[in-house]
């Protein structure tokens, strides 16, 4: 409860950081509209040669990408902007003040800064989806509650991911790059994970879960996700997030601060 | 001019063996997105008896091989960095030098493209026999390559920089290349070969110049135009190049005039 509030105050500080600059608040808006617009073209550009697409129609596509601009927007909302700003403490040394602070270190290390313009991707992402979902018949409370169940572990691996990538860096300090090709491989999460050849195919579900985090969500909605695979997934999240979380506790240890 | 552009190569090449695995992680980028929608590609042929109009499987991978390639040698970079320099201000020093900034950034276009290519072609072969990549060019087509690829190469860089400039007048520049960006995205060949754009789409790409910087340079290699239309595109590639080399002038000359150090 006390985590809610704090994440409230976090939100509301950046918003009002980011309302300041209002000019560049409706570029990045118009950014956004521009980017997620385009790949809608990009999709309907292959769909005018083909109706299905490895078992994945237009609907089922659209709800794809939609799901892929919510879990990029949910990444560039709060994860890439607080781990960049955690990789910076780690290098300044002015880590020490988040670890002196009576609250869990990794809560406010990770979920610390916001870009608040991203909800518009997110919220972008949303309409993407929902209109492929007006081309899809089928869909039962049973499926909009598997939907949010595996969005919301799509978020959780992401999550873990990120963590344990930008663990390293109480090691070797300079990571940018390693999250740099991160970000590159999520772009690949714009299709379904099933039509990368094999090698590619495991990298995206298993190193970089891009792949899952964006795939599962989209079949599970249209109901081509069965109780199995969700538990599989559910345990899965859960298991990535307590390891990431060893993981940057052990990380911690060698951190040294400035001048230690 | 000749020894000026020996010692900035002398000083780029040394600046840019200190961040070897920077590059060579940067150079990715150039192969991850082809490789994604060649994929995309690949399932939509599949889907329809493994052709679609006149690619099948092996010329999508072919093609998208070559975009690979054109891509990171027809990249541009120097909207991002001008916007920073005009921002801080450090821009100023660079206009009071007797050199003018662009031959900077030349030396530094090429330095990064020389340094990244064989690391390239070594992930660019293993795609190729990954996906069975068959290329009909003929020797002729691999010698047009090589000024095709110069002027889609000069074309996204006088671009990027004619975009750049409009920094003098807006400090920042993130949106209109986000805009330009994206342009590239649908029209350069990077969605679908050109040759497979739906009608009005086709038309764009090949009015405006966003065809020539990298679909053009890509189709020749893979060798998906004849001998011909390959110099006729060269010939308009190269018009392009002039077009915007006199733009960047006229831009800069009026730009310059409006930029002031940040406080003056």
Known sequence: MRYLRL?????????????????????????????????????????????VLNGWDLGAMLVLLGC???????????????????MEHVRLGTLDFALL?????????????????????????????????????????????????????????????????????????????????YWSFLDAGRFPVDIYPGWLRVTLSTAVPVGVAVTLPAQAISGRLDLFGLAVLVVGSIAAFILSSLFWRVGLRSYTGASA | ????YRALFVGQIQAASQYRVQSVLWMLFSVIRPVIFLAAWVAVANAQGGRVASYDVRDFAAYYVALSLVSNLATSWNAYDFEFEVRMGRLSPKLLRPLHPIHYAVVENIVWKMTTIIPLLIVLGFVAVTFDARFRATPVHLVLFVPSVILGGSLAFLGGWVIATSAFWTTRVHAVSTLWDRAVFIFAGQIAPLALLPGALQTIALVLPFGYMRGVPAEILQGAVDVPTAMLLIAVQAIWVAIFYALLQVVWRVGVRQYTGVGA
Do not use: H
Request: charged residues 10%.
């Open chain 1, 101 to 181: 602070k009576p609250a869990s270190a990794q809560f406010l290390v990770t979920l610390r800064n916001f870009q608040v313009v991203q909800l518009g991707q997110m919220g972008l992402g949303a309409v993407v989806a929902i209109v492929g979902l007006g081309r899809i018949s089928t869909l039962g409370p049973g499926e909009a509650v598997a939907f949010a169940v595996a969005l919301v572990c799509g978020f959780v691996l992401i999550y873990a991911l990120l963590l344990a990538l930008s663990t390293f860096a109480f090691w070797f300090v300079r990571i940018d790059n390693l999250m740099a090709i």
């Open chain 1, 7 to 51: 994440l409230a105050l976090f939100f509301r500080t950046e918003l009002q950081y980011e309302l300041e600059y209002r000019t560049n608040l409706a570029l990045e808006i118009v950014q956004i509209v521009v980017i997620i617009t385009t790949s809608v073209g990009a999709v309907l550009i292959l769909f005018n040669y083909t109706t």
């Open chain 2, 1 to 4: 001019m000749i020894d000026v």
């Open chain 1, 68 to 86: 892929f601009y919510l879990v990029q927007g949910f990444g560039e909302l709060v994860l890439q902007p607080s781990f960049e700003k955690f």
